[in-house]
């Protein structure tokens, strides 16, 4: 039986009352004392290989490149290697370099698109691999279903967490997106070595992790440990959003968390986010060859959750960010902060619309953190809402995008279908007329 060390308990303020905010209940319960457990150190997980703080895990793969990242004891003399076997069996030595904050970088070029890569890392003489994925496809390339693997909230290292990683690893996935708080309390060092990179192990080491970045993510240093342990495609330097091409998918992340002028931006209605969010989303709008567009951030845009992690809606940046989604055709907007499962009907200007004429919300908040929503209210924009411990797989289709909702014991709570969503740019088709 697995056992796991309890850090004592967390007690915050009661939560306010309740508010109707544009037909979504404002989560709140009146007079509610939020008090939970505290994030807990996972027991029962193989132990780190010697030399290895973090064994090797692939970032930022693209259709002609990708990187590993690992941390390893100081002092330890690193080296890495990788080859693409379906070209070339020959192993190519990697350049070894620092990331940030301790973390060790490879870098791994001059690949061919949806190619199987093959790596290997060695520190301090103990190796670790050889570790396969895959590369993108080329930008524009219509070819196989992509397997996406979401989730959020996940970084509390007790047993919920610990099963949803087993089922996880059970699967092939091209790629994985989550929607923040990976490493709870505070994102310190430590809470994303025990609490994120040992329980994903298998599945960090052959798909690719994007993440969006959370509020528990960035309270330990302002983020510094955070930003030594991904690594994205920054369209500034010290962003923590940014956007990436998946053959015909475009996925935008969204930072909704930092204390940052760029994300009090994103509240304000003005900024550098803003901008270059609504610059990405109308290129990707008018771009031929993106057939879907897939943002993912924290704090969702809609929630029907009530209780302790019932947050409650952020109206200004449902002000600011929804009139672009709709306008420039996202199709499906991922999220977390609360610790439940709910996906809406498609909307548009704040009411339910029909499949294909707005985007779908997915908020996918039940990774692993306690607890549990208390409750889930109901409205006309709601197709359904679970207190279930989850993740999400995503199949992306030609025409179609394909998710099923996966709890802790491996059953399907959810399946649904969302359809391509053209936005108002150039008007709609009739049905979807106002």
């Keep these: 039986m697995n056992r796991f060390r309890q850090r004592g308990s967390e007690c915050g303020p009661a939560v306010s009352s309740g508010r109707l905010v544009r037909g979504v209940v404002g989560a709140a319960v009146l007079g509610l004392a939020a008090c939970y457990p505290a994030p807990v150190d996972p027991v029962g997980l193989p132990p780190t290989p010697p030399s290895f703080v973090r064994v090797p895990y692939v970032q930022q793969v693209t259709d002609s490149s990708a990187s590993a990242l690992w941390m390893s004891q100081p002092g330890s003399v690193d080296t890495a290697w990788y080859r693409v076997p379906e070209v070339d069996s020959t192993w190519t030595r990697a350049v070894v370099a620092d990331h940030r904050y301790g973390t060790r970088r490879a870098d791994f070029g001059s690949l061919p698109a949806a190619s199987t890569v093959e790596y290997v890392v060695s520190a301090g003489g103990t190796r670790a691999g050889p570790h396969p994925f895959r590369t993108a496809p080329s930008e524009g390339t219509a070819g196989e279903d992509v397997r996406v693997l979401l989730f959020g909230d996940s970084g509390w290292g007790g047993p919920a967490q610990l099963e949803l990683a087993r089922q996880m690893q059970r699967d092939d996935w091209d790629l994985s997106i ?4 990976i490493a709870y309390n505070d994102g310190s060092e430590e809470d994303f070595t025990e609490r994120h990179f040992r329980v994903y192990v298998p599945t960090l080491a052959s798909t690719p992790f994007y993440p969006a970045v959370g509020n528990h993510d960035i309270r330990a240093d302002g983020g510094q440990s955070y930003d030594g342990a991904f690594l994205w495609p ?89 009139p672009l989604f709709e306008r420039y055709g996202v199709d499906l907007v991922t999220a977390g902060h609360d610790h439940h499962y709910e996906r809406t009907w498609p909307i548009r200007d704040g009411r339910r619309v029909d499949d294909g004429c707005g985007p779908v919300h997915v908020l996918s908040g039940g990774g692993g953190a306690s607890r549990y929503a208390r409750d889930i209210t109901n409205t006309t924009l709601l197709a359904t809402a679970q207190r279930v411990y989850q993740y999400v797989e995503l199949t992306v289709g030609a025409d179609r995008i394909q998710g099923r909702t996966i709890d802790r014991g491996g059953q399907v709570v959810d ?16 049905r979807c007329s106002r």
């Design 178 to 181: 989550h929607v923040g708080d």
């Design 415 to 430: 399946e649904f279908s969302v359809r391509r969503y053209d936005g108002t740019t150039e008007g709609l088709p009739g």
């Design 234 to 322: 920054e369209p500034f330097p010290g962003a923590r959003y940014f956007a990436f091409r998946w053959g015909r998918i475009q996925f935008v992340s969204i930072d909704t968390s930092s204390m940052t002028d760029d994300v009090d931006g994103l509240r304000n209605g003005t900024g550098r986010q803003l901008d270059w969010l609504r610059g990405v989303l109308r290129e990707a709008s008018a771009d031929s060859a993106v057939d879907w567009i897939i943002t993912f951030q924290h704090h969702p845009m809609y929630s029907h959750a009530v209780g302790i992690s019932g947050h409650g809606l952020d109206r200004s940046l449902r002000a600011n960010l929804l």
